[in-house]
């Protein structure tokens, strides 16, 4: 009992360490393209860029995946910088989930695995695509969705700007001197109300902000530089915990899971599914070699449960579950999970009896 024991921890520990040693390098890239997006990108005009539409901007955001390579552990970072930087829900859960599948090097991977069943290539895109957009879409109903969000990443996200009555549009489009209040002469630029110097982030010679510039990126400075390595030091202290935490307990349960049960069910068009999206949190592989994986079951699952494996993995594991939990409360987390469940069962059932 001793050497079996002590064989399933040393494989517990192997499995742990190859997960962080897979992860790492995705969820460094991540917090680079965070730090990028705070230090670089003009959150204004990256916002206004995005379709108010709340479906548009579902899609948007599971589109521009394609533009960021990361993995499940490096999309985190990006998407809460997205919702600390004004993004609208839609666009960054649309990220948040589809930009481990919809970028080049997973779909690179998967053709490369699936060569010669290319349907799964295709498949995965577009099953992840629309999981992906729905999942935000639906998210878009929550107006406020500072409920649902961690309490950090809820003090970050700008405040939404109330709508002005007649008579507000009215004073704001009245010159200072002519409002009512007391306001404080002199200073570069005309009149400036005193109330303005009672808030903490009012700087008089603003001028990166106040200033009319075309491109969506900041300057690089010295400023902007320390600011990123402050950012990716930061992101990395609170992330790092979380995912060798959830990367632990990835390990652990993927030891402990009875594999000869998961495949005596990989040839019902019900079962198969299940069982694949269960295998899919619980090895918390990364995306980009996912597809290796899940070619290993392709002569005993169905078709439709390794796109299940393929879709649904990506977007809900183990270690993604706890990155999550920096961005979202439990109950949220708990929402996202289901949703994912319930759409990839669906499209993937579909494709099992389509082919059965």
């Known amino acids: ?61 599971s589109s521009i995946g394609f533009l960021f390579p990361v993995c499940e552990c490096g999309n985190v970072p990006v998407a809460r910088r997205l919702l600390m930087q004004g993004v609208p829900a839609p666009a960054a ?53 500072r409920p649902l969000l961690h309490p950090s990443v809820a003090r970050a996200i700008p405040l939404p700007k109330p709508e002005l009555s007649e008579k507000e549009l009215v004073q ?14 002199g200073q570069p630029g005309g009149a400036v109300p005193i109330e303005s110097l009672l808030q903490d982030d009012w700087k008089p010679l603003q001028t990166e902000k106040t200033s009319k510039r075309s491109s969506m990126f900041h300057p690089v400075s010295k400023e902007r530089l320390r600011l990123l390595l402050d950012t990716m030091v930061q992101e990395l202290r609170e992330l790092g915990g979380v995912l060798v935490i959830g990367s632990a307990i990835a390990a652990i349960i993927q030891v402990g899971t009875p594999r000869e049960l998961i495949l005596n069910l990989g040839q019902g068009p019900v079962s198969s599914i299940l069982a694949m999206l269960l295998l899919a949190a619980v090895v918390s592989i990364c995306s980009t070699v996912d597809a290796f994986f899940a070619l290993s079951f392709a002569s005993t699952f169905t ?7 393929l879709v649904f993995g990506p977007m809900i594991d ?39």
Request: net charge positive; aromatic share 10%.
């Open 172 to 185: 704001a489009n009245t010159p200072l001197l002519l409002q009512s209040g007391t306001f404080m002469l």
């Open 318 to 356: 183990l270690k993604g579950i706890g990155l999550m939990l920096s961005i979202f409360k439990g109950r949220a987390v708990v929402y996202l999970i289901v949703l994912a469940a319930q759409l990839t069962f669906l499209m993937t059932l579909a494709v099992n009896l389509h082919l059965g």
């Open 1 to 61: 009992m001793q050497p079996a024991l002590t064989n399933q921890l040393n494989n517990a520990f192997t499995l742990f360490l190859s997960l962080l040693v897979e992860a790492i390098p995705f969820l460094l890239l991540g917090v680079l393209f965070s730090g990028l997006l705070l230090g670089f990108v003009d959150e204004r005009k990256l916002v206004s860029r995005i379709p108010r539409n709340p479906l548009l901007g579902a899609l948007m955001g």
């Open 93 to 145: 859960i649309g990220f948040l989930l589809a930009a481990p599948t919809i970028n080049p090097v997973v779909i690179w991977a998967t053709w490369t695995a699936f060569r010669d069943q290319p349907e799964i290539v295709v498949l995965r895109v577009v099953f992840s695509l629309v999981t992906a957009t729905i999942i935000g879409w639906v998210f878009s109903a929550q107006t406020d969705l």
């Open 303 to 309: 078709s439709g449960s390794l796109l299940a494996f």
